[in-house]
């Protein structure tokens, strides 16, 4: 391969792109290993091989084009893991209606942005989990769900009709009130002769087919409109890239709601033959961990938090996890020591690191079992086979030299469609010549592999230093007492920003802000020291296990104003 001068690398690859729509290809996977399990959902205890699965997709797709959905209408999908979210997502694909992801965390407002935004036609719902009461939300934005099940409501006019299921009362759910539709309902009495092999085959794969949510930790999220185009061959080809076939086992602890769980998880398995694991509703450490060993998973999926939370677990040395061998790390840098305990506690030697955003759909890089540790924990690898990325100069938009930081942007087939109803931010997000603008700084080395610095709007500016929060976060991740650490910069009248890390120790550890101060003396640029330090016992974060920096940094401004009155 020849070295770089630019920062720009494109990967054409031996393989070609999938042309076909995501259950066209799914169709031709289940007749090739129809004996083979597809699911196992193991909160609910329920197995399906490909056959089941496929037969099941149908009545779920029957179901919906009985109560008028079709051909580009949105279908909300609002709930935790279970194996009927994945029965809707292929149904939806079936005959070409778009599934619309809604965070399970969603609170009533958030729920009613969603539903107003996407424009959701229907909405599967499950009745509560934990603290979330699903219906009662549903009832006090929509009050004529206390009467009818045809609805019309004036703040939701495309709203028609929500479905209810309960996962863990599959077949005597109590309809709470005469406007849910249940889940028997939709796929009872399906045996009219529809031809569903008609309908998938009039779909193209530019046809959209899914709507995500950008994670907004600034304003309010937009709606990411996907293809089938850009989903299966994004899955299709991190399948590839894992290895992965009919013979592998996916422990998927990852909610479903994000693109990490729909795409990489969902539609990888569904695209390779392989089983897709569903160890419990939302993450829990153990059941993720029992859950590898009895059904001999060989790849696990997450993000940093939720490996870190599986290695400290009290019960982690009694759990054989020897049957791993592969897996995606992504939505966080991976600190090195992590890195290393995940391939040799957990003896998940090919674990690859994983980055990109929901807008490219969402897989960019990718790193390879073949790398070497350096290139597995430095960096995010090189991008996907017939994707193009560069890195330019934030000020002037031009390519930078090898080595140096800028912004990191995406060309290619996994580009988003565009924001759903926002034009405006469509056009800012991508230019004139098809370049999607991550947002997120980084440098590319002489031969494409792609280091990340942090998001453009989280870099440090201190007396006119540029400073990267993960140098910081990586440095204080090696002390011996820190289990976790985030690092962002804060308002200062003299420097303009200082820098703050709020600390998680061991537990059991002990540490004063003096010691991480010297320890970080020791090892970075003197202005590289925090100079406000704050140890907690927890930090503030998506459902998806992601820092949420903005809240910590609202907090500490806070305190410090506080500090000062």
């Known amino acids: 391969m020849t070295s770089l001068k630019k920062s720009y690398f494109r990967t054409d690859g031996d393989v070609p792109l999938l042309s076909a729509t995501i259950y066209e290809y799914f169709s031709e996977i289940a007749k090739r290993f129809a004996h083979r399990q597809a699911v196992v959902d193991l909160p609910r205890q329920r197995r399906l091989t490909y056959q089941e699965f496929a037969g099941e997709i149908d009545q779920v797709a029957k179901g919906l084009l009985q109560l008028g959905i079709g051909r580009g209408d949105n279908v909300g999908i609002w709930s935790t893991n279970n194996t009927e979210w994945l029965l809707v997502q292929m149904a939806c694909a079936r005959i070409g209606a778009v599934l619309v992801n809604i965070n399970p965390a969603y609170r009533s407002r958030e729920l009613a942005y969603a539903l107003d935004l996407a424009e959701v036609k229907l909405l599967f719902t499950i009745p509560s989990f934990r603290k979330s009461n699903y219906v009662s939300m549903l009832v006090e934005l929509i009050p004529q769900l206390r009467e009818t099940a045809m609805l019309s409501n004036a703040n939701f006019p495309k709203l028609k009709r929500v479905v209810l299921y309960d996962p863990a009362k599959p077949s005597d759910t109590i309809c709470p009130y005469p406007g849910f539709t249940l889940w028997q309902q939709v796929t009872g009495d399906t045996a009219g002769q529809t031809d569903l092999a008609e309908i998938t085959n009039s779909l193209t794969p530019h046809d959209p087919a899914n709507i995500q949510f950008t994670s907004g930790t600034t304003g309010s999220p937009k709606a990411v409109v996907l293809t089938h185009h850009n989903i299966l061959n994004n899955a299709y080809f991190s399948a590839l890239a894992m290895h992965f076939t009919e013979k592998d086992r996916l422990c998927v602890p990852v909610p479903f709601y994000h693109c990490f769980g729909t795409v990489l998880a969902g539609l990888l398995c569904f695209s390779s033959g392989a089983c897709l ?17 009895s059904e001999r998973c ?13 290695l400290n677990h009290p019960m982690f040395e009694e759990i054989d996890t020897s049957s791993l061998r592969t897996g995606i790390m992504a939505g966080a840098p991976c600190p090195p020591l992590l890195m290393k305990r995940v391939m040799e506690e957990m003896h998940c030697r090919e674990i690859l690191i994983g980055y990109g955003e929901t ?32 890195i330019v100069d934030t000020s002037s938009g031009m390519e930078v030299e090898v080595g140096l930081v800028g912004e990191i942007c995406f060309r290619g087939y996994h580009i988003m469609q565009g924001y759903y109803r926002n034009p405006e931010a469509t056009t800012k997000a991508i230019d004139k010549e098809g370049w999607l603008h991550s947002g997120d700084l980084g ?11 942090g998001r453009l709007k989280n870099m440090i500016i201190r007396g006119g230093e540029n400073i990267y929060p993960r140098e910081i976060e990586e440095c204080l991740f090696s002390h011996p007492r820190v289990a976790e650490v985030a690092v962002f910069g804060v308002p200062d009248d003299y420097w303009g920003e200082e820098i703050a890390a709020w600390i998680k120790l061991h537990e059991q550890e002990s540490c004063t802000e003096e010691e991480i101060r010297d320890f970080c003396k020791k090892n970075l640029a003197h202005f590289k020291t925090p100079r406000i330090i704050k140890f907690v016992t927890d930090f503030p974060m998506t459902v998806t296990g992601k820092l949420q920096k903005f809240k910590m940094r609202e907090e500490t401004i806070r305190e410090l104003r506080s500090e000062k009155s």
């Open 277 to 293: 694991v569903i160890p419990c509703e939302h993450f829990d450490a153990q059941l993720v961990l029992q859950s590898i060993q």
């Open 298 to 310: 060989t790849a696990v999926h997450g993000v940093p938090t939720m490996f870190i939370a599986e």
């Open 359 to 390: 807008e490219a759909s969402p897989l960019t890089h990718l790193t390879s079992r073949d790398d070497s540790f350096e290139h597995r924990v430095n960096t995010v690898g090189r991008n996907l086979p017939h994707q193009e990325v560069k």
């Open 443 to 453: 440098s590319m080395d002489e031969n494409g592999y792609v280091s990340i610095t």
